[in-house]
C-alpha cells in the first residue's frame, strides 16, 4: 500500500538560508500534519491542513509557512534557517483519525 | 523496510476496565517508543523501551517489549477519562530511521 512520502530524506543546510520539505500524502487522504522533532525531544506539532485550508496551528515559528496544494501534497518552506532548527521533520496524512506518518526529513543547519 | 502496526485503531472502553494497545514492526530495532498526543497538540513521550523483556509503568499506563515476537504492547488498567487521547508508538531502526504507527484513538466513557 501506497505510503506517506517526504522529500527530501536529508538535507544539509547553512544558517540564514532556505529550505523547502515536501510531503505526499497518501492518496485520498484530505489532511495534512507537520512535526518537529529535535535531538532527544519528542515530536512538535507545527500545523495541520485540512482540505487545503490551515486547520490547526501548533509552535511553527513566524520563519517557517506551510500551504497545502489542489493535490493535496504539502509544502513546509522554513526561511532564515538557525542551527536550532536541524531536527527531524514528519508529516503525517490522515483521512479520519489515524494519522499515517512519512519516513521523515533530517535537516542539518550548520 | 521498517513497518509499524498498531491496533486497534479505535478504542472505546468504559471507565474501570482494562485493555491492551498493540504495536507489532517488521525489521530489528533500536528502540521503541509509546507516545500519547491530545487533539492538535504535540506527541508527549510516554515510554522508551530498550530491550527484550523491557517493562515499563506509569501510573494506569504499563509498556512492555518483545523483541523477538516483534511486539509491544500498552496495557491500559482501570481506565479512567483522563486517558482518553490518540496513542502511538513508534519504532527507530538500526540506522536511526523513525517509523510510526497510525496510532489508536482511545476513548473512555463514564
Not at chain 1, 520563519?63 to 504539502?74: C, I, K, L, M, T
Request: proline share 5%; hydrophobic share 35%; glycine share 6%.
Amino acid at each position: 500500500a501506497a505510503g506517506v512520502i517526504q522529500s527530501p530524506r536529508h538535507l544539509i543546510k547553512e544558517k540564514r538560508e532556505t529550505a523547502t520539505l515536501k510531503c505526499y500524502p497518501i492518496p485520498r487522504h484530505d489532511t495534512v500534519y507537520w512535526y518537529q522533532q529535535g535531538p532527544g525531544q519528542d515530536p512538535q506539532f507545527l500545523i495541520s491542513f485540512y482540505e487545503k485550508m490551515q486547520s490547526d496551528k501548533g509552535s511553527i515559528p513566524d520563519r517557517f509557512s506551510a500551504q497545502q496544494f489542489s493535490d493535496y501534497h504539502s509544502e513546509l518552506n522554513m526561511s532564515s534557517l538557525e542551527l536550532g532548527d536541524s531536527a527531524l521533520y514528519f508529516c503525517a496524512s490522515s483521512l479520519g483519525v489515524e494519522q499515517y506518518f512519512g519516513p521523515g526529513t533530517r535537516l542539518t543547519v550548520t | 523496510e521498517l513497518k509499524v502496526e498498531q491496533n486497534p485503531l479505535f478504542l472505546s472502553m468504559q471507565e474501570g476496565k482494562n485493555y491492551t494497545i498493540y504495536c507489532n514492526y517488521s525489521t530489528t530495532s533500536d528502540r521503541l517508543y509509546w507516545y500519547r498526543q491530545d487533539p492538535g497538540k504535540s506527541l508527549e513521550s510516554l515510554f522508551v523501551l530498550l530491550s527484550n523483556g523491557a517493562v515499563k509503568q506509569e501510573g494506569r499506563l504499563m509498556a512492555s517489549l518483545d523483541t523477538k515476537a516483534r511486539l509491544s504492547t500498552l496495557h491500559i488498567t482501570a481506565a479512567v477519562h483522563d486517558l482518553s487521547a490518540t496513542y502511538f508508538c513508534a519504532v527507530e531502526s538500526l540506522n536511526f530511521d523513525m517509523r510510526f504507527g497510525a496510532g489508536t484513538r482511545l476513548t473512555v466513557k463514564p
